[in-house]
């Protein structure tokens, strides 16, 4: 059964970081983790891949956003609405494959649970589940506009010092835009954040000047 285990909570920064996934979504990235790898390394793979799409496709596709963010879709629809996905994540031409039977079961569940709201936060949940399994630490580093190359790289010599990073058989350094943080850096790796934007030293100035009138 899909949705059978619990798990702890994925630590994330909340605001302008990494989304923090929710109890539920975490609760359900846990069980899709577990399905997956019960089979087989290859369907964990393959699984990954898929909700990976379906993340591009939430963004990218303005029917498939609808289908995950309407909350007015009956029962009825949303389980229709799964068929028109699925082709979407197969592909077409010679790398057409059919989607597994873990993503077909956890989409299903979302539908039938009304949770399809929770979509970004499993996936995000899902991969953290998956690196965590293969010794992988993913440090993510969100700027208000592109890092220049050599930047990252000082910034990931820096971070492969340190003891989490150690513990990790591999890291891999993400560069994510957010220009509401209108400065600085917010660095998420393993379950820490620094968060050093303009942003937060603002509303931490604002808070100060708030408790003092």
Do not use: C, H, W
Not at 105 to 112: D, F, P, Q, Y
């Amino acid at each position: 059964m899909l949705f059978s285990t619990t798990a702890r909570s994925v630590s994330g920064a909340s605001g302008f970081g990494r989304r923090a996934a929710s109890t539920i979504a975490t609760k359900y990235a846990k069980a899709t983790f577990g399905a997956a790898l019960s089979k087989s390394q290859q369907n964990l793979n393959k699984v990954q891949t898929e909700l990976n799409n379906l993340s591009n496709l939430v963004k990218k596709d303005a029917d498939v956003a609808n289908f995950v963010t309407n909350p007015t879709l009956s029962l009825s629809e949303r389980k229709k609405a799964l068929y028109v996905i699925y082709p979407k994540l197969e592909g077409t031409g010679a790398k057409k494959e059919q989607v597994s039977e873990t993503t077909k079961n956890l989409l299903l569940l979302l539908a039938e649970n009304g949770r399809l709201s929770e979509t970004e936060g499993i996936i995000e949940a899902f991969n953290e589940f998956v690196s965590q399994y293969k010794g992988e630490l993913t440090v993510t580093i969100t700027s208000a506009t592109p890092l220049p190359k050599d930047i990252l790289n000082r910034l990931e010599s820096t971070l492969k010092q340190s003891q989490t990073a150690q513990a990790a058989k591999t890291l891999k350094v993400e560069n994510k835009v957010n220009n509401s943080i209108l400065g600085g850096l917010i660095v998420d790796f393993g379950d820490k954040t620094i968060d050093l934007s303009v942003q937060s030293r603002v509303t931490k100035l604002n808070n100060i000047l708030t408790q003092s009138v």
